[in-house]
């Protein structure tokens, strides 16, 4: 399956693209809603990076104990109940006047029930599609993502300057209903991809077999810290520009489509594997050139070409699909999705902590985030050498149902 036309010819694939249309377009709309009314009543970078970012340590403290719920549950309900959650979270923002000591504990009931449905739509993704398809259909759903965030951050930087953060959450609330619906109607009803057992044991045990893994860990920590890192600079785009943050997030999400059109569509398997490393690179190195504290217009070009590089997730996501069992994929794609946005949240907190603390400010504080991605990105390589190739060796994790493979059973042979 090499066409668009291909790929949106498969009904539940057409579905679950408008789902994720309408998630990331609500997303970014309460985000930025939320960004502003948290720094407008702190004043604190810190707390408005928590506030836009900081959500995935929730889901990253949940997961550990309830990834493998992905797995457990029909992958029709994971994704109604998400978007129904979305939808009352963001209801309940809307309120006016409230403290954002109460917003936050709102921002958590997302990330909860996130934390046990993630991987549910990535691994039906696995599931619907034919063998080999997998990384043309999440590229895909990346170009959803990257244009939602495009029409989400451009259109509520337009709207803040004429209407209240209320209506913001309003109308990301009424994108979430949607979305719902969608789910209803457009989703099989696909059975359980695993059966019985505890979810929490499945869940800790499971974790632990694939981080302690020399074959995964590195493919794991590739995916998060240095694309967390970046996210810590974007975190900085409401303390650096104010109520112009709408189009650094808009610019950023464009580069972010771009590459995953190009990487996903035009790149063979073999080229996307060696191309990881520059990605990675391409996605820090202009984020080092606002130490000399760009202009606007200049950040926003910085923004896109750096959000080219977070194409690299697509290779990194193709390696983990091939080197694990399709039972657990659910678990998987779940716990590298809770790791990338705990890193994310993680980078947030650290980044406005910089922008406080250095004498330069949020630019400042971007170009050494962008730094301290570049150093990471160097000491991953001699670690994704052992999934550079691309023969599919026994599954990772997982012999049968509920026994998990010893850690020695994961190294390449």
């Known amino acids: 399956m090499r066409t668009y036309r291909q790929l949106f010819g498969v009904r539940e694939f057409r579905a679950i693209f408008a789902v994720q249309c309408l998630s990331v377009g609500s997303a970014s709309v309460g985000s930025l809603a939320l960004g502003t009314v948290t720094y407008s009543a702190t004043r604190s970078p810190v707390l408005s990076g928590l506030a836009m970012f900081g959500g995935p340590l929730i889901r990253l403290v949940a997961s550990w104990f309830l990834v493998s719920a992905s797995d457990f549950l029909r992958p029709r309900i994971a994704l109604t109940a998400l978007a129904a959650v979305s939808c009352a979270a963001d209801l309940l923002q809307s309120v006016p006047g409230m403290a954002w000591g109460l917003r936050f504990l709102i921002l958590a009931l997302p990330w909860v029930v996130m934390s046990a449905t993630g991987g549910a739509t990535l691994a039906l993704v696995a599931d619907i599609l034919p063998d080999g398809s997998y990384v043309f259909g999440r590229a895909t759903l990346n170009i959803a993502v990257g244009g939602m965030q495009i029409v989400g951050y451009g259109l509520s930087g337009v709207l803040l300057l004429h209407l209240s953060t209320a209506t913001l959450f309003r109308c990301a609330a009424a994108a979430a209903a949607t979305g719902t619906v969608i789910v ?24 632990r077999a694939l981080l302690a893994s020399p074959l995964l860990r590195p493919v794991f920590l590739a995916g998060w810290i240095p694309n967390g890192l970046i996210v810590g600079c974007e975190a900085l785009f409401v303390p650096l520009a104010g109520r112009a943050a709408g189009y650094l ?7 972010m489509l771009t590459g995953d059109i190009l990487v996903g569509r035009f790149v063979s398997g073999r080229l996307r594997r060696a191309l990881v490393e520059p990605l990675r690179f391409l996605l820090a190195a202009p ?3 606002f130490l000399l504290h760009p202009s606007l217009a200049v950040a926003a070009a910085l923004g896109f070409l750096a959000s080219i590089g977070y194409a690299a997730s697509l290779p990194l996501q193709e390696r983990l699909v091939d080197h694990t069992g399709a039972s657990i994929r659910g678990q998987v794609l779940g716990l590298n999705s809770s790791g990338l946005t705990a890193m994310q949240g993680v980078a947030a907190v650290l980044a406005g902590l910089l922008a406080v603390r250095l004498a330069g400010g949020p630019a400042v504080a971007i170009g050494v985030l962008g730094c301290l991605s570049l150093v990471v990105t160097l000491a991953l390589i001699p670690g994704l050498r052992r999934t550079r190739t691309a023969a599919r060796p026994e599954p990772a994790v997982l012999a049968a149902g509920r026994e998990i493979v010893p850690a020695a059973k994961l190294s390449p042979r």
């Not at 997030?249 to 580069?255: C, H, M, Q, S």
């Open 249 to 255: 997030f808009a610019t950023t999400a464009a580069g």
């Open 287 to 289: 984020y080092v050139l």
């Open 184 to 207: 209803l109607r457009g989703v099989g009803d696909h059975p359980r991809r695993a059966a019985g057992g505890s979810v929490i044991r499945q869940a800790r045990a499971t974790n």
